[in-house]
Nanobody
């Protein structure tokens, strides 16, 4: 059974940094896309950033220039380096992975809170 486990969330002051990690286990196949999404109270879940096995990346407009997604060697560990954090970045951050013909998978989420 595929599991995605996030870590690294917490409380940080505005302007600070956090690094989120996501470890995938239980699969014998690779994921063509891995991503971070976030959801704040009362808002829809939104894409933060995604990355393909080949290293192509895509960022949501609100985080461009501040966040960096990485996936060493295109494998099953995913990171999100978040710099210059703002109170609006406060949300539950979810790890996501997708594999052709295998399905889509979500982690349980990790809370990020940015104080002003």
């Amino acid at each position: 059974q595929v599991q995605l486990v996030e870590s690294g969330g917490g409380l940080v002051q505005a302007g600070g940094s956090l690094r989120l990690s996501c470890a995938a286990s239980g699969s014998t196949f690779s994921f063509n896309v891995m991503a971070w999404h976030r959801q704040a109270p009362g808002k829809q879940r939104e894409l933060v950033a995604d990355i393909t096995t080949g290293g192509s990346v895509n960022y949501g407009d609100s985080v461009k220039g501040r966040f960096t997604i990485s996936r060493p060697n295109g494998k099953k560990t995913l990171y999100l380096q978040m710099n210059s954090l703002k109170p609006d970045d406060s949300a539950v951050y979810y790890c996501y992975a997708s594999a052709p013909f295998r399905g889509n998978y979500w982690g349980q989420g990790t809370q990020v809170t940015v104080s002003s």
